[in-house]
Structure formats: structure tokens, C-alpha cells
């Protein structure tokens, strides 16, 4: 089941949403198996014209959202034996970038986050991790800002931006079978541009 979380009447935060959505799901489909949380706010703020709302609305998303998809579809996922959770991170704040010190808090966060659930998640056999993208080839709103396109292709040691489909590739192998043995880790898909650590 997949809800449109752009539209601006749906908030990844509210937690009466997800639980509705989960509930929605489970009676669909009998259970859930999988959950990756893909919210996120990208913009292009410095941290001198940055105010606290701003801060607070970018983590809001990307740390209340994923803390509140995990809390609803964890239950189910015990319930069924085990599971996967994803959620979606960044190559900004491995690599560095400027006017993004929320996104970069929020995704760092959200990686601490994927790591703690792997260890409190694994005796349940729900694995947890999170995917890092690079530079991919989709269209940006205004706000996000930074480098991306043609420009920033040079940088890449691939020399090109990545696919949706190549990231959309990483998700599926974790939460299918062959991903059954790993856990807490992010893994970086950017064609070099940034060797995870």
C-alpha cells in the first residue's frame, strides 16, 4: 500500500495518520512485512538565516516521521515472525555541504535511529537499516537548492547521477530474503562520490 506523503494535506508526522494507514494495510493485506520511511524535507537554508521553526519542521519530518512509522508497524511485524525496516537517508552530511545543517541533523538522526531499532528489533527478526543516496536523476523543487545535475556529475567517480530505480534496487535486496543478515548498517549508493565509512 503506498499513500502520497507530498500532498500537503498528509503529514508524516501526525501520528493518528500512520497508525490509520498501518491499520488500512494490515486489513488489506493481513500484516506487514516491510515499512521504509522515504520523508523528507530538503532545503537550502544558511545556518545564520536558519530559524528555529525551520529546524524543528525538517526533523519534524524525517525523525517524528520515522519514529512514528516504526512504532506503528513494528507490532505487526512481530506479530508475523520478523521484518524490514528502511529508511532513507543522504550522502550530504557523510560528505559535507553547506546550508543544510537541518537536513544534515535530521538524516544523521535518522541513522542513529535505524541503528538503535536493528539492536532492540533483532531478537524479533526485524532487520533495520538505512540507504544513503548520492545525486540521483530526479526533479528537485526550488527549495532544495545545492549542486545537482550536470555539474555536479564531473565530481562523481561514475560520472553520472544515479537512477531512481538503483536505489529503489538497494531497498528491495535488504528487505527481500538476501538481505535476511544485515542489520544497523547504512549503506551508500552514489556512485563514489562519497566511500561510507
Same mark, same amino acid.
Do not use: C
Given at each position: 500500500?503506498?499513500?502520497?506523503?507530498?500532498?500537503?494535506?498528509?503529514?508524516?508526522?501526525?501520528?493518528?495518520?500512520?497508525?490509520?494507514?498501518?491499520?488500512?494495510?494490515?486489513?488489506?493485506?493481513?500484516?506487514?512485512?516491510?515499512?521504509?520511511?522515504?520523508?523528507?524535507?530538503?532545503?537550502?537554508?544558511?545556518?545564520?538565516?536558519?530559524?528555529?521553526?525551520?529546524?524543528?519542521?525538517?526533523?519534524?519530518?524525517?525523525?517524528?516521521?520515522?519514529?512514528? #512509522?516504526?512504532?506503528?508497524?513494528? $507490532? @505487526?511485524? &512481530?506479530?508475523?515472525?520478523?521484518?524490514?525496516? %528502511? /529508511?532513507?537517508? *543522504?550522502?550530504?552530511?557523510?560528505?559535507?555541504?553547506?546550508?543544510?545543517?537541518?537536513?544534515?541533523?535530521?538524516?544523521?538522526?535518522?541513522?542513529?535511529?535505524?541503528?538503535?531499532?536493528?539492536?532492540?528489533?533483532?531478537?524479533?527478526?526485524?532487520?533495520?537499516?538505512?540507504?544513503?543516496?548520492?545525486?540521483?536523476?530526479?526533479?528537485?523543487?526550488?527549495?532544495?537548492?545545492?549542486?545537482?545535475?550536470?555539474?555536479?556529475?564531473?565530481?562523481?567517480? #561514475?560520472?553520472?547521477?544515479?537512477? $531512481? @530505480?538503483? &536505489?529503489?534496487?538497494?531497498?528491495?535486496?535488504? %528487505? /527481500?530474503?538476501? *538481505?535476511?543478515?544485515?542489520?544497523?548498517?547504512?549503506?551508500?549508493?552514489?556512485?563514489?562520490?562519497?566511500?561510507?565509512?
Amino acid at each position: 500500500m503506498r499513500v502520497d506523503l507530498r500532498r500537503r494535506d498528509i503529514g508524516v508526522s501526525e501520528e493518528s495518520l500512520q497508525h490509520a494507514q498501518v491499520d488500512a494495510a494490515v486489513k488489506e493485506f493481513g500484516g506487514v512485512d516491510i515499512a521504509v520511511g522515504n520523508a523528507g524535507l530538503r532545503r537550502q537554508t544558511s545556518f545564520l538565516q536558519m530559524s528555529i521553526e525551520e529546524w524543528h519542521e525538517i526533523l519534524s519530518v524525517a525523525l517524528d516521521g520515522a519514529f512514528i #512509522l516504526a512504532k506503528a508497524v513494528v $507490532p @505487526e511485524m &512481530i506479530k508475523r515472525g520478523g521484518g524490514a525496516f %528502511v /529508511g532513507l537517508s *543522504g550522502v550530504s552530511h557523510h560528505a559535507g555541504s553547506t546550508g543544510r545543517v537541518h537536513v544534515n541533523a535530521s538524516k544523521a538522526g535518522l541513522e542513529g535511529f535505524v541503528r538503535g531499532l536493528a539492536m532492540e528489533l533483532a531478537p524479533h527478526n526485524i532487520t533495520a537499516n538505512a540507504v544513503a543516496p548520492g545525486s540521483i536523476d530526479t526533479v528537485r523543487g526550488p527549495s532544495a537548492g545545492g549542486p545537482h545535475g550536470r555539474g555536479l556529475s564531473r565530481e562523481i567517480p #561514475l560520472g553520472r547521477q544515479g537512477a $531512481p @530505480e538503483e &536505489i529503489a534496487a538497494m531497498v528491495r535486496f535488504l %528487505v /527481500g530474503p538476501e *538481505g535476511r543478515y544485515i542489520t544497523g548498517q547504512t549503506i551508500h549508493v552514489n556512485g563514489g562520490l562519497f566511500f561510507g565509512k
